[in-house]
């Protein structure tokens, strides 16, 4: 594979048990080459519209169809460019959709939440508006990259808790969504460093506010992006599927590092507190010895000995030398400066999602649940596919390979809730469930 393409993504949308049309939208753009990347790099979007009728699901084409337009037009190489560009593609969504919502009064009041992820040589920025989210799942933790811009968020900011813990407010209540007004604060953070193997998800409220952050993660960790996205939207519709559900998962593959993704130093210098050496810069170097000629060549002048103009030309280009490397040092300086003055881009939650015993008995109930139902109301899975994977799992699991079995149940549940998904009725909710994990 060619350096910008060392990634594995997939999506996936669901209109889900109770809702009879779908509000979400999605985007993705990739560079096609090289110069493509280093300009523009991999864009993916996940909007999800509001309003009655089909106005949530204008709103949300819309911030779909602009927002990686725009930024294609007016990204630039360097971390400015990034920033710059993906910004005004949210301000110019905004104002696209709040045009079309003040042109018609059926369309009063349409919006859209917006998160995108943005993958470049310098690392992984984020934009966002809403309560869609951003997560990166990273050796055995979840990380939630972007802020829900909602009441619960912003009480629970106020009161210094886990929004988790609020009560007694509705969690589906956004402060701050594209559309409503003429003007939108938008959030944009980066670069994050990207290392080989991590793995992003973006997805609309539909999976997160059935699925637990562990859950999202132990899922993504284990399947392919294109199974993750199935077996989630599956997962939150065996919960009730309130909503809509758009789920976006987006591998970076181990040869990251050689595509110009970003990656941290591995192997820091040893620290040596003995045989200190004194490292002078080259342009110190250059100008004391530039000075020196200088100081010759005068001297050579006044006892009108022979030599003194060679002294006097080479003095010029040694000082010459030494002035533009301090010129560049002082720009180095100064860059590195106001990195240490900007913050590294922040990282609102963190949960563990490693795999363990609790998870995995949980699924397999579960499982074994799913499939006494699936036996009662005479579903027609692929009865070959549940039991070659549910081998699989329980071999596994005898070895003691717990992230294995895992997988293997994964993949053992999805034929099954596939026909539940086909054989049943949208007034219909399936009890008892996976238990969700907090």
């Known amino acids: 594979m060619t350096r910008f393409d060392q990634i594995e993504h997939a999506c996936l949308t669901d209109v889900g048990v109770r809702r009879n049309h779908n509000q979400d939208s999605y985007a993705i753009q990739l560079a096609v080459d090289e110069d493509g990347w280093r300009q523009r790099g991999h864009l993916f979007l996940v909007a999800d519209g509001m309003g009655a009728h089909a106005v949530g699901e204008k709103a949300s084409e819309q911030a779909a169809a602009v927002i990686p337009h725009t930024y294609h037009k007016h990204a630039q190489s360097g971390p400015t460019g990034a920033r ?254 106001d990195d240490e003055d900007n913050p590294p881009p922040p990282i609102h939650r963190r949960a563990n999602c490693r795999i363990e015993r609790p998870l995995l008995d949980r699924l397999a109930k579960a499982l074994r649940t799913l499939k006494q139902r699936a036996d009662e109301k005479h579903w027609e899975p692929d009865w070959n596919a549940y039991h070659e994977h549910n081998a699989a799992a329980d071999a596994l699991l005898q070895k003691g390979d717990v992230p294995g079995a895992f997988r293997e149940y994964c993949r053992a549940m999805l034929p099954l809730t596939r026909a539940l998904h086909d054989r049943r009725q949208k007034e219909e909710v399936f009890t008892p469930v996976w238990d969700k994990m907090r």
């Open 84 to 337: 710059d560009a993906l910004r005004r593609a949210f301000v110019e969504a905004n104002a696209s959709i709040h045009a079309c919502g003040q042109a018609n009064r059926e369309f009063e009041g349409m919006g859209t939440t917006g998160t995108a992820l943005l993958l470049r040589p310098e690392g992984a920025w984020v934009g966002h508006v809403g309560d869609s989210r951003v997560y990166r799942i990273r050796g055995g933790a979840i990380e939630q990259l972007s802020y829900d811009h909602s009441l619960v968020w912003e009480y629970a900011r106020i009161q210094h808790i886990d929004p988790d813990e609020v009560e007694d407010i509705p969690s589906n209540v956004i402060h701050r969504c594209l559309g409503p007004e003429a003007f939108v604060q938008v959030d944009v953070h980066g670069p994050h460093v990207v290392h080989p193997g991590d793995i992003y998800l973006l997805c609309s409220d539909g999976l997160s506010g059935q699925v637990s952050d562990p859950e999202i993660g132990a899922v993504a960790s284990v399947l392919p992006p294109a199974e993750a996205c199935r077996f989630l939207i599956d997962l939150a519709n065996m919960r009730g599927g309130p909503d809509n559900t758009t789920v976006v998962i987006v591998r970076i593959g181990s040869g990251a590092e050689a595509n110009g993704v970003a990656r941290p130093l591995t192997f820091p210098s040893p620290k040596r507190p003995w045989n200190v050496r004194v490292q002078v810069p080259w342009w110190a170097v250059s100008l004391t010895a530039g000075t020196a000629l200088a100081l010759a060549a005068v001297a050579l002048a006044n006892d009108r000995m022979p030599g003194a103009l060679v002294a006097f030309v080479l003095a010029a280009g040694s000082i010459v030398a030494g002035l533009i490397g301090l010129l560049l040092h002082y720009r180095r300086e100064k860059n590195r400066s």
